[in-house]
């Protein structure tokens, strides 16, 4: 299982490094920093993608550059009012086993808890279940 998951981080890890160099051809410049947001809910070892940028950026355009990797806070909407809090929060007045649940299935979500605002359970995951870049710094 730990190769698998490994390969999983490799890919996503590829294709950052692939999406910056293409920014930085495309712009002419030189990257000089990198962001990457990894949300809480995205299933990545943030330590293992933090590893593999730096394994794999050596030998490329990227080798000097500084790579910052932070983890993203999950946000949830609910639905029927509006309301936007923190998963976790949300996640309080559940059982250690639901929220283990939660964080593998937070689709389930609607079925486990309700809106602090209007009780009802009609939720989307806002954010924080992505890997995003965040910000390029470029030396053009």
Not at 30 to 41: I, P, T, Y
Not at 51 to 64: A, C, F, M, P, Y
Not at 124 to 138: C, D, F, K, W
Request: aromatic share 4%; net charge negative; proline share 3%.
């Amino acid at each position: 299982m730990g190769s698998l998951r490994s390969l999983h981080e490799l890919s996503l890890v590829q294709g950052i490094i692939d999406a910056v160099e293409e920014t930085a051809k495309e712009r002419g410049g030189k990257v000089k920093s990198v962001r990457v947001g990894v949300g809480e809910l995205a299933s990545f070892d943030i330590r293992l993608v933090r590893q593999l940028i730096s394994d794999v950026k050596r030998g490329t355009s990227l080798e000097g550059a500084s790579m910052f990797v932070e983890p993203e806070k999950s946000r949830v909407r609910c639905l029927s009012c509006g309301r936007v809090w923190d998963f976790q929060e949300l996640g309080e007045s559940l059982t250690p086993d639901e929220r283990e649940m939660m964080h593998f299935l937070p689709e389930l979500l609607n079925s486990c808890s309700k809106c602090p605002s209007c009780s009802k359970s009609y939720f989307e995951i806002a954010e924080g279940r992505s890997v995003r870049i965040i910000e390029v710094v470029l030396d053009v």
